[in-house]
Every structure is written in structure tokens, then in C-alpha cells.
């Protein structure tokens, strides 16, 4: 299998890659022009970029990469000891200039839907114009077979589903499920294994969420982190739709993802006082 079957099929299966490719080479060295190398999130790697130092050095930027998922260039001197401006030295011998080019293939971000219901089918309708990955759980088999739209889809008992499979560290949570008691199951689940997340949303009303952190408190104590738990969920917009609650949600997970201030977030419109759990 060559190098762009291997990114459709890993593409196809959600994995994150980044695509080495030699752009320049200037006097000796152990690659020529076009070689390539494609890394996987595993630290799989496929091709070369000429062994060695400088086979090491891409594979050990890669790791960066599937953290900032950005895409750059960058100069290598191929001779220890010696420094060329803008360029970054290798303890090899060769004495050459290689430059290689770094491409990240794969979404933006990774998010997880639970609940396949009007919101979370709305929700994804817009998230999919865009380059996230969309997992959708939902263990109600009517419902889930109505679903469309989302990469992965998967007929589950909600919580049961991160018990089983987990969730990816760093990536974004909507919870959007038929009942509260679901709702709370999957937040509970995911506090308990102290699973690290950029976004954790529930859509919850003001006087549903006091209770559930009156419980929450209660059983998991006051120092539990909720920094990045967003309920009420979304950007203050108005309107009461499942399409209209989704492009909010949508404008909340774009503002995190950004690192954007200054918008008015629901969880803070809605607090009465009594929690700004947010800064506990």
C-alpha cells in the first residue's frame, strides 16, 4: 500500500497524520527531493526522509504537531557544529541543507456528541462543515438509526460508551442526551476518570444545573475542576430551536478552540450567584 492509500485509510478511521515531504536539498546529504514519510498519531511511521539524525528529528516534530496541528518548513544543517542562519543544525556529517516541509492531515479537533436527538443532529449538521471529527452515541436504537451526518456513529449506553472505549485527551464534549439522569451519568463518568477536556457542555437549564452541582459537590467535593465545563451550554444568542441552540453551541466550541474572550457564555449569563463553578 503507498503512502496516499495509507492516508485514506487512516483518514477513514479518524487517525491524525503528518505528511514529511523533502522541498529543498542543497549539497550532500542522505535524501533526495520528494521523498516522503508519513507519521501517524500511534508514532507509526511509514517512507523516509533519509534515516538517521534527521529521520529522528522529523519523527520527534511530529509529536509537536499532533498537539498544535499547524503545518511549516524548516531548514536542516547537516554538518554538527557549524550554524547557518534560520536554519537548525543536526549532529550528522554530511555537510548538506535539507528542508522539509510538514503537513498535518486530520480535523482540527475531535468532538463527541451524546445524544442523537433534534440537537445533536442539528449540531452536527453544522459541525460537519467544517474539519471536526464528530463521534455520536446514543443508545436508543430508534434514534440512532435515524442519525446521519457524524464519522463515527454508536449505538450505546451513554456512559457505558467512555467506560468502554474513553474519550481522546484534549478533545470536546456536547451532552445533549434525552434525560438529566444521562446527562449527569456522562459528566459524572468522565469526572470520575479524570479525563482531561478543552470543552465540556451540557445543555441544562439554570435551576437543573444548581441542583446537579448542589450533588456534584456533595459527592465529589469542592475541589473538583470544572474550568472547562460550559452548562448552560453555548453563547448567549437567544432563540430556543434545535438549530438556533446548535449554531450557539457551535459559536462557544469555536470561541474555545480560538482562545477567544470577551463573548457573553450562557454559564455566566444564567448564574444566580449561588455557583460561578467556572472559578472555583
Request: overall charge neutral.
Amino acid at each position: 500500500m503507498d503512502l496516499y492509500e495509507l492516508i485514506t485509510k487512516y483518514k477513514s478511521e479518524g487517525t491524525s497524520l503528518v505528511l514529511v515531504t523533502v522541498t529543498e536539498k542543497t549539497g550532500d546529504g542522505p535524501v533526495e527531493v520528494g521523498k516522503k514519510m508519513l507519521v501517524t498519531e500511534h508514532n507509526e511511521a511509514f517512507g523516509t526522509v533519509g534515516g538517521g539524525a534527521l529521520e529522528y528529528n522529523a519523527r520527534e516534530e511530529c509529536k509537536n504537531i499532533f498537539i498544535s496541528r499547524e503545518s511549516f518548513g524548516e531548514k536542516y544543517l547537516l554538518n554538527e557544529g557549524k550554524v547557518i542562519k534560520d536554519t537548525k543544525t543536526l549532529p550528522m556529517v554530511c555537510g548538506g541543507v535539507v528542508k522539509l516541509f510538514y503537513e498535518y492531515i486530520g480535523p482540527m479537533e475531535y468532538i463527541y456528541i451524546f445524544g442523537a436527538g433534534h440537537v445533536g443532529q442539528a449540531l452536527t449538521n453544522i459541525l460537519k462543515t467544517m474539519n471536526f471529527h464528530v463521534t455520536v452515541i446514543d443508545g436508543r436504537e430508534h434514534v440512532y438509526n435515524k442519525f446521519s451526518g457524524s464519522d463515527i456513529k454508536i449505538l450505546s449506553p451513554f456512559a457505558q460508551y467512555i467506560e468502554d472505549s474513553g474519550l481522546r485527551k484534549n478533545s470536546f464534549v456536547v451532552v445533549c442526551t434525552p434525560s438529566h439522569k444521562y446527562d449527569y451519568n456522562v459528566v459524572n463518568k468522565i469526572i470520575e476518570k479524570e479525563i482531561e477536556l478543552k470543552y465540556l457542555g451540557m445543555l441544562c437549564s439554570p435551576q437543573k444545573l444548581s441542583s446537579y452541582l448542589d450533588k456534584t459537590y456533595e459527592k465529589y467535593g469542592k475541589d473538583i475542576n470544572l474550568k472547562n465545563f460550559y452548562s448552560p451550554i453555548g453563547i448567549d444568542l437567544g432563540g430556543g430551536s434545535p438549530e438556533e441552540i446548535a449554531i450557539s453551541i457551535t459559536a462557544e466550541i469555536l470561541a474555545v478552540k480560538n482562545n477567544k474572550s470577551g463573548h457573553v457564555h450562557m454559564r455566566r449569563s444564567s448564574s444566580n450567584g449561588k455557583y460561578n463553578y467556572w472559578e472555583d
